[in-house]
């Protein structure tokens, strides 16, 4: 059973920093592209950063670049984000997903649709 289980969300003042984590479980997770989407209210989810299966290819959204990183941890097969310099508008429920990549090392694709799998999401509230 494939399970995607976000942790570290939460209230943080602007300025600050977050450090997301996704604990993957149920699929071989070396065989995954794996990032973080979020959705704010009355808005369209929105890729925030990818990174694939091997983890030698990230791509972020131009609004967090600079200002975020993600990571992936083969021994706990979890995937990381740590966004600084937090904006109010980076106010958002974050998502982890997972993409199948038969073939491609560096293959990180940011459309949600081409995701197999998704997290419950874990709210992020940056207050000004």
């Known amino acids: 059973q494939v399970q995607l289980v976000e942790s570290g969300g939460g209230l943080v003042q602007a300025g600050g920093s977050l450090s997301l984590a996704c604990a993957a479980s149920g699929f071989t997770f070396s065989n995954y592209a794996m990032a973080w989407f979020r959705q704010a209210p009355g808005k369209d989810r929105e890729f925030v950063a990818t990174?694939?299966?091997?983890?030698?290819?990230?791509n972020y959204r131009d609004s967090v670049k600079g200002r975020a990183t993600i990571s992936r941890d083969y021994a706990q097969n979890t995937v990381h984000l740590q966004v600084n310099s937090l904006k109010p508008e980076d106010t958002a429920v974050y998502y982890c997903a997972a993409k199948y990549i038969p073939s491609g090392d560096m293959y990180a694709p940011s459309d949600a649709f081409l995701y197999d799998y998704w997290g419950q999401g874990t709210q992020v509230t940056v207050s000004l």
């Open positions: 990174i694939s299966k091997t983890g030698l290819n990230t």
